[in-house]
């Protein structure tokens, strides 16, 4: 009989870690269903509002509205208006200071035969429509007269205006639309090389890669600046994000790493790193932070590791603690489903301030009293659930509700200090022109051009947080950058260069014919 118990008790065990193993399992395969398949959005369904029409519905005519109608057999059915008209096409939807409006006249036909005494124009009827022109370029020609003093017999001509880069054939306004083109918009080169001999423009693809690294070379001292800026900043976030730079070997290439670091003054720099260990961290924002800093991060440890190296505040991010929760749906849904809803209302506080422009002690004391509450229900509900939940150390839930225990100090920084957001999601959009990227350019041949990818997605990224055309941009400071004095490179940052120069930028030459 005793064996026969300890053969059933083995069994029992055996049973309990291969269910174990295929819950485990499963939660894997749905983890990479969904990664290939599936949404990878982590908004939740809200519950439906009888006062909030779904998408594309339309609300109820009232039955004295006179809808216009046509006429079909047994019924009358009302028409549709054509994808995109307005009520009477007049309505504008772009700027007139920033889109060139070409004006066409369209002739009354009643007025043929009539001559100017016959008919009155009461009035005009306006409409717009969108055109595109394909792949615009301009040439460029300057002529230089030659001439020859009569009394000196002396020959002389003007030299060749200078141009961003020595000797060559590239407009700064061409420079900048490649780079905005291939960094802001994500378009690689060999595409925009398509596209210039579509249009009839014969230059060699590795012509454009030698452009692109000369022009971003000058704006490294920019980015360097632009850095110092973000190490100055009291309340930093860090993230990483993994790209594909560099080879190994024939055929092989090297997994690196992007360490963007965003500062308080709505500055980001994408700094470049081939690995993703912890000393890079420290040559990130550096060994000597401000009074009272505080580093926004994820749950990485080298980030903990920092923070007590520097003795500065870790904050940690609310987003990625509920990322574990939302991944525990499938196994535990009615218990992760509960903490999904509490962290929800922490967001739920933090957008009321945002609705309510709230800062400094007013955002501080709206967070006391409204988040406050919400965080200590949360963890006393792990506390509950870590003592009592009988789930084996391998659950996902048990996985998040692990992290959020021992990261119950950071995750409550932000509810005193008014500076500090609850999450990285600012960081999070911020990095997103980085896996954009990767699905359109793939990867890095060198470690440098990984270097310089960073640089000029620093300063894109930085003109969009501060509402600047990356274009115009990039127009007036690789004009400005060989003149600017270096003591005073940091005006040239997207911030300042909007306080300094943004009223008066430099242009290129084709500015005088489009003008």
């Known amino acids: 009989m005793s064996a026969s118990a300890d053969q059933v008790a083995s069994l029992v065990h055996a049973n309990s870690v291969l269910r174990t193993e295929i819950a485990d399992l499963k939660h894997q395969l749905e983890w990479f269903r969904r990664q290939i398949f599936g949404k990878k959005s982590e908004r939740r369904p809200c519950e439906a509002d009888g006062s909030q029409l779904n998408l594309m519905e ?116 061409f420079v900048a639309g490649m780079l905005v083109d291939k960094f802001a918009y994500h378009q690689p080169l060999y595409r925009l090389h398509l596209r210039l001999s579509d249009r009839g423009i014969k230059v060699s693809r590795g012509w454009l890669t030698q452009l692109t690294h000369a022009a971003i070379d000058l704006l490294v001292p920019i980015h360097a600046a632009q850095l110092d800026s973000i190490r100055q900043s009291r309340v930093k976030a860090m993230d990483e994000t993994p790209i594909t730079a560099g080879r190994t070997g024939p055929g092989k290439l090297r997994s690196a790493y992007f360490w963007p670091l965003y500062g308080e003054r709505d500055e980001v720099s994408f700094l470049y790193f081939p690995t993703r260990a912890a000393s890079n961290i420290e040559d990130a924002p550096g060994l000597s932070p401000p009074e009272r800093a505080v580093l926004l991060s994820d749950g990485y440890s080298v980030y903990s590791s920092y923070a007590r190296k520097t003795a500065i505040t870790h904050a940690q991010c609310w987003t990625h603690t509920r990322r574990l929760f939302f991944e525990a749906q499938k196994i535990e849904p009615e218990r992760a489903a509960h903490a999904l809803d509490l962290i929800g209302k922490i967001h739920q506080v933090e957008a009321q301030i945002r609705e309510r422009d709230l800062r400094g002690p007013a955002k501080r004391a709206w967070r006391v009293q409204h988040a406050r509450p919400l965080v200590t229900q949360f963890f006393v509900w792990i506390g509950v659930q870590f003592d009592h939940q009988g789930l084996l150390p391998s659950s996902p839930l048990t996985k998040a509700i692990a992290y959020a225990r021992e990261r119950r100090a950071g995750l409550e920084v932000f509810l005193d200090d008014s500076d500090l957001p609850a999450d990285t999601n600012h960081l999070e959009r911020a990095l997103r022109v980085i896996p954009m990227g990767r699905k359109n350019w793939n990867f890095c041949w060198t470690e440098i051009g990984a270097e310089y990818v960073g640089v000029i997605q620093s300063l894109v990224v930085t003109c969009r947080l501060h509402d600047i055309d990356p274009y115009d941009y990039l127009v007036d400071v690789l004009q400005r950058i060989s003149e600017h004095p270096a003591s005073k490179v940091e005006q040239l940052t997207p911030r300042l260069w909007k306080q300094h120069c943004a009223d008066n930028p430099l242009r290129s030459d084709l500015h005088r014919f489009n003008g």
């Open 58 to 173: 339309l609300p109820a005519a009232a039955e004295d509205a006179a809808a216009p109608g046509k006429t079909v057999a047994a019924h009358t059915r009302r028409a549709k208006a054509p994808a995109g008209a307005d009520s009477d096409g007049s309505k504008l939807f772009f700027d007139d200071k920033q889109v060139p409006v070409e004006v066409i006249a369209v002739p009354n036909p009643e007025t043929d035969g009539l001559g100017p005494d016959e008919y009155q124009v009461i009035g005009e009827k306006v409409s717009h429509r969108l055109a595109q022109r394909p792949g615009s370029y301009v040439i460029l020609k300057y002529v230089r007269p030659v001439i020859k003093r009569r009394d000196t017999a002396a020959i002389s001509c003007p030299l060749a205006p200078q141009g961003v880069l020595d000797g060559s054939r590239a407009d700064v306004s």
